[in-house]
């Protein structure tokens, strides 16, 4: 805002203004105000500065932050991941024939899986157990 309105003041306006500065203020004070006001824009500007690079500085460290987060969770869940899948695979059971001096003496006497279950199954269409 105060760029355009300099941008529309010409040569005759500032003569003006520097009048009107030098009769109010007078030759004593004008070069006083004057070096004043140079040390107040100069500050200002030091100020709006220091808060730019603070708030540059800022952002980029909340980038790096959530960057590093994302890594640690990716690290995270590659080590859990890791973890899972040793736990995950069980090892292989191991089938094989036994012979029959092998079988323990509380099974020797019982029906093979199969003929137990042949018997236990109903003939009869309507029994809950023949529906799947």
């Known amino acids: 805002?105060?760029?355009?309105?300099?941008?529309?003041?010409?040569?005759?306006?500032?003569?003006?203004?520097?009048?009107?500065?030098?009769?109010?203020?007078?030759?004593?004070?004008?070069?006083?105000?004057?070096?004043?006001?140079?040390?107040?824009?100069?500050?200002?500007?030091?100020t709006t500065n220091e808060f730019k690079e603070t708030w540059e500085r800022e952002v980029n460290f909340e980038e790096e932050t959530?960057?590093?987060?994302?890594?640690?969770?990716?690290?995270?869940?590659?080590?859990r991941q890791r973890a899972n899948e040793n736990l995950l695979t069980p090892a292989e059971p191991e089938i094989r024939e036994i012979a029959a001096d092998e079988v323990p003496a509380e099974i020797q006497g019982q029906e093979p899986v199969e003929a137990a279950a042949a018997h236990t199954r109903s003939t009869d269409p309507n029994d809950k157990r023949n529906w799947l």
Request: proline share 5%; no cysteine; aromatic share 4%.
């Open 1 to 46: 805002m105060v760029l355009l309105i300099f941008e529309s003041i010409g040569t005759p306006e500032l003569i003006m203004i520097g009048l009107a500065a030098l009769i109010f203020l007078g030759p004593r004070r004008l070069p006083e105000f004057a070096k004043k006001a140079g040390k107040m824009m100069a500050d200002l500007r030091a």
């Open 66 to 79: 959530k960057a590093l987060r994302i890594q640690d969770i990716e690290n995270e869940v590659v080590e």
